[in-house]
């Protein structure tokens, strides 16, 4: 079964309410990245009147995690995944809709592949950046994901 932007919001709605009520949204999704938009409105604004990083966070690492689960789903494997470190940026107010997209599909397949090889775990960067309507970027996350083949 293929994992569709669909299929990932609906599994927020489900097990993941806060992302979804905040307005989380997968938006597209293929095997080296994934866009997510969030749009700024009263629920997931700060008193300055602009997007709480934790929600802009949540939307940064629902795109690298959904690229990770995709692949951890195609190896066939029962994977653990874990962000293990992050850290991010904030550069320009987030308001109106905010699109965070990560392109690091590539990075997962090596440490994945190590992990299936050999049944440690592996850890690899990844980096989602948030960009308004206008296209300038008003964030930048980057999380540290581990895997670990299971048993």
Excluded at 38 to 44: L, P, S, T
Excluded at 77 to 102: D, H, P, Q, W, Y
């Amino acid at each position: 079964m293929k994992l569709t932007p669909r299929k990932i919001n609906m599994f927020n709605m489900l097990k993941l309410p806060s992302v979804y009520i905040l307005g989380v949204r997968v938006t597209d999704i293929t095997k080296d990245s994934c866009s997510v938009k969030v749009k700024h409105r009263w629920i997931n604004q700060n008193p300055f009147k602009s997007m709480f990083w934790a929600v802009q966070g949540m939307a940064a690492e629902l795109a690298t995690g959904a690229l990770v689960l995709m692949k951890i789903k195609e190896s066939g494997k029962k994977v653990s995944m874990l962000v293990t470190n992050n850290n991010a940026s904030f550069t320009k107010k987030a308001t109106g809709r905010i699109t965070f997209e990560c392109k690091d599909g590539h990075l997962i397949d090596d440490a994945l592949n190590k992990s299936i090889e050999t049944g440690e775990g592996y850890a690899f960067w990844m980096q989602s950046i948030g960009k308004n309507e206008d296209g300038i970027i008003v964030s930048t996350f980057n999380f540290e994901w581990s895997v670990k083949v299971k048993g």
